[in-house]
């Protein structure tokens, strides 16, 4: 059946502030029963002790349980909530909604559209994370929200975002105790494994990477390995993994468009300028009010170059004591994609292992058709 | 009598790691003699206890003294020595090297070229530090480095780089037991109160604002005054001002040329394209060789907006207590700035105030001719 | 009438992990109505962007609103939940749950014994804060929660315990649109502004300090004036002040007793050790086991001094543009008590403006009787 | 020969700032040829961008060239310089100054005083680091300087202080060209590893672990193995191990006397205490003038519990992602030994790895006679 995608941008005045949100339900623009998705911006450090993550989260199972008439842990089970913190530098922080319901029309579609489908796995246990399983686990994962979002060909594929777990000290110790070695002892570091893995699904799913020649010693080792679409986002707030599926189908009849590139660096933005100028007809620098009418959102990876340099200079986000790499990353690609954009409210996410190439990551464009 | 000017930027492993300077000066490429200024990026955290920007100081003048048969202290006085810390995002260490030596050739020059000066203020009080006394020494050193510079007239200016000195605890103890109370007690703003003093000098030298209209109380008060090429920063190794004026004189014979905007905001890069286009005939899209073989380096300030957002949107920047404004300004402006000239190691220094408008801030681009 | 006092000293694995308080209320140890304060540390910076706390409040309104029958709104104004962020160093978070309910005996009691009572003061507007405003509002209702927990004298008062407002960016903006200047543009600052407004009206309603002879200017200017029993903190989420007075009374009918002292400087542990001795005849170094079964928990203050020194010797904690002093002295001061007490699940505080002695703070040790 | 030891402790105001040494140079007090060794604490966040380890290293080599007629460089390899980044909460930046010279009389001291040696290992590959290549070149090594301090036997050996290197991002990228693995790709984490294998290497030394059972599998595994004397810092300033070994000899003539034990935690002073009363007959509650005149400094090491608990509590400090670990542990040892001493100038140096317990580390106290 054909779906019709609403795409809602929302500022936000701390993590738990859903006013926008609120008066978009009460008014009836928003129906809460159709929320499939919602990617948050929060303004915490986006390393392990972020709990703006967490409390975002709480307040959209709150905000939705009552409407749904469901208890607010139900929430979780059937909105693919995904709040990735850290709003570094000018990024603004804010929600993005994604709402879906069957088109009265069936799918004559000449026009492909956005269209989007989630799914979710099973909870991994500590030792799981960073791992083959969690990479199987997660490829299943993605084709079934491929099937949810009605999208049959990878090629239609434009942005996969996953939310996965981290690893913190309990369940570190958890897992030695049942005589397990995790991936990791330090929990930072766990972030980075656990995006590695759920990117390397993405990639398993839609055949960037064959899953036959992948092991666990690949995982953060060979960066040749990447998909071009997937988006992972770590944190401490949830135990599986969560996925959302955007692409484009003549099955959907939003009014919205999605493209995608890759960034091969932190201050590459050629490839969005072009992204821009071919795909939607629009001249960054001339056309600036399609550009404020037009772009929704941009969804991005930012991580610093793992050889320590950008364009042959040296960087010194990985020596950095009292700034983890990802803050700086988030930073920098926010501002830069921003000064192409014109528009600070960007989902920009820290952490690209295995999504791009190293140092650079993908990125996706929705725009209002 | 004609000056030669000379630019040469160098790249470093660490705030005293000047061997590309030494290998030029073995090479006869740059003579101690002719070294006027230098403006390095270090990879402090740019605020109170960066003790980077007095480490890579320390390392020039140790460099310096004795090539030039002079004590290393004595070098302070000669050389104009601007460090300013703080490398966030995608930025790369490095120093900027100005020489100048007198031409051979007297000045018939048609053509405007780079022009360099500087100059010294004498240590100020700390109850000094950001009220008027800070403001009308370095008002009257800035016209001591036109003259220094061989620029007359104040359009012709396109950049003046002043260090600063800040207020550590000692230093307002000291001033609270003589009986003066500084401008703060707080040691990171005493920074921006030094800064928008020594700014708002640039501006009485330039005629950008009226001296007998200025009091204490406009001191980062009233941001309706500011200058245009205003750049300061404020470090702990200083007692004084230190001055560098640039800009374009039919006097100067260098290969290098200079050219100044504003930017409205922290990601606002029209007028660093337009800049490029205009006054260089350089398209940043498609000329990417000669933006590479041409540009030397692009001199700026960063600061996050002071009424809380850029374009509309809220930013964080100023209530995070984990990572101080200026620290997430550089990293914007400086990945904003390098997106468009494709090159990190760039000058790009936080704190703008009275330096360009609220929340934007001045840019130079010194290129070859 | 009297009151029978509890006292719960509870761990959390995050700031909204409320699972013992829940198994408590569950078992009946604990009845939701008789909740009059929570008392809570958790693991934020601390700082203005710290929302663990309002995690954390939130956590605690849904965990009573049900069952008091009001809404989550409404516990705020019937329970004083005062949340004070940063564990750093060893300190454990953890929430201390003060519970009341009337004495089935009336009062002829003999010995005194903990006592609670608490107040709420108004809404202030931004250009309140850190002023004489909120000085005045606060002493009145300092009375107000000392009547509310039976205590008529002030020399029975061993603990203050206030939350009070800071001021954001949004704040400072709306009191300059409306024509007001804010005490500080720097919202870091106002937490200490606010704190010390706070502290100075506990000071004036225990005669610690005349009101007549107190203005704007002597707050966080004149540390002579402070009251030894107050305790303040500032928070992002309220605008008013909450108040919980602590004592001793003859009509309080608990297990518990309280005393308290004052540390002259962050390492100063002599006090609390012979508070321990003398008031409760715990010997620290051999009684080891009396002082972990008596010892619920130590309220205590702490501050980097704003001389710069402690006993003579710089310490940097006010020069550091990493990590807020605020930060390093509740880790000094909490790894200072927890090595006299064996337990680092303590409430110790930042922040001690006008709050015992400059650089020191006081302490209220409750034990078991 | 019989060598009389002298100890200096020197605060200063900066890494660099050396006016105190140089004032007892003038003076005679202390000569140049005579220095072995010098322990100081600097003002860095004592992790991988902490340039003022380096930075106060650079002085000391400045200082004492000239004097000792030789190269900044040649210093170096004749005094050993450890320099311990991080004095956060109390702790008070200051120097250590070890001074040796032989005595003129012959030794048959019937006393035993304090004694100091040192030696330094060869260059390590980056690969080598955190590996038993590092532990075997540190075992030979303190062997050596126990001779050179003229200790026989093990159990008169109170304390072994190492410097250690780390890995770069460049380090790291210079063993992966060659093909080799370097123990971590975490520059953070590979402070760890190197100080872990130099701990091993002093264990393997004294007896404390057998050589023949260890291999690389038991750095930062087994913590069941350890020293109770190391004391090792890593520093980006060097690339071989510094090694100095103090102890108790008959050889020795000093007017100084040292002494150590082990805390089991981070709050554990109960040893310190005991150390005072029964190894120097001083009792810390009262006699505090005798402890201000008598004790000279305490050597200690901290960490954060790797099970994520101090007595039964959690602690926060490994899943905070704003300040590192080492940071939290130096606050909360530093307090906790200052609230016994009354002293904050003391060399409290991060990073515990195979010296003393898990979440415990070794100190060594060093009084005069």
Chains 1, 2, 3, 4 share one sequence.
Not at 218 to 228: E, K, N, V
Not at 344 to 357: D, I, K, M, N, W
Request: hydrophobic share 45%.
């Amino acid at each position: 059946m054909d779906q019709i995608v609403d795409v809602f941008k929302i500022p936000c005045s701390g993590p738990a502030d859903l006013r926008v949100a609120e008066a978009l339900l009460q008014a009836g623009e928003l129906r809460a029963q159709d929320i499939v998705a919602v990617m948050g911006k929060t303004e915490g450090n986006g390393c392990v002790n972020d709990f703006t993550r967490d409390y975002a989260t709480r307040a959209w199972c709150d905000l939705l349980a009552p409407r749904l008439g469901i208890s607010s842990a139900a929430v979780h089970e059937r909105v693919a909530l995904v709040m990735s913190g850290g709003t570094e530098g000018v990024l603004s922080p804010h929600f993005t909604i994604f709402a879906r319901r069957a088109s009265p029309v069936a799918g004559t579609g000449a026009d492909k559209r956005l269209a989007v489908g989630i799914a979710f796995t099973r909870d991994f246990l500590p030792e799981e994370l960073g791992r083959m399983a969690q990479v199987n686990a997660t490829a299943v994962a993605v084709t079934v929200a491929m099937a949810d979002a009605g999208i049959d060909d990878a090629a239609d594929v434009h942005f996969v975002q996953i939310k996965c777990p981290l690893l913190t000290t309990q369940k570190i110790d958890d897992a030695l105790r049942r005589g397990h070695t995790p991936v990791t002892h330090d929990t930072y570091e766990s972030m980075g494994a656990s995006r590695g893995a759920s990117a390397l699904g993405v990639a398993v799913a839609l055949g960037e990477v064959e899953a036959a020649q992948l092991s666990d010693d690949d995982i953060r080792h060979d960066w040749s390995l990447y998909s071009a679409v997937a988006s992972t986002s770590a944190g401490i707030e949830l135990d599986n993994n969560v996925i959302i599926v955007m692409g484009m189908s003549t099955r959907a009849r939003s009014k919205y468009v999605i493209a995608h590139g890759v960034m091969r660096d932190a201050i590459d933005v050629a490839g969005v300028r072009k992204c821009l100028r071919e795909d939607f007809g629009i001249d960054p620098d001339t056309q600036v009010d399609a550009l404020h009418q037009r772009v929704v959102n941009v969804l991005a990876k930012a991580e610093a170059s793992p050889d320590g340099s950008v364009r042959g200079a040296r960087h010194t986000m990985l020596n950095d004591s009292d700034i983890n790499s990802t803050r700086h990353a988030r930073a920098a690609v926010g501002a830069a994609l921003a000064s192409v954009l014109g528009n600070t409210a960007l989902y920009v996410s820290g952490g690209a292992e295995h999504q791009g190439p190293p140092g650079g990551g993908p990125f996706a464009l929705i725009l209002r058709a």
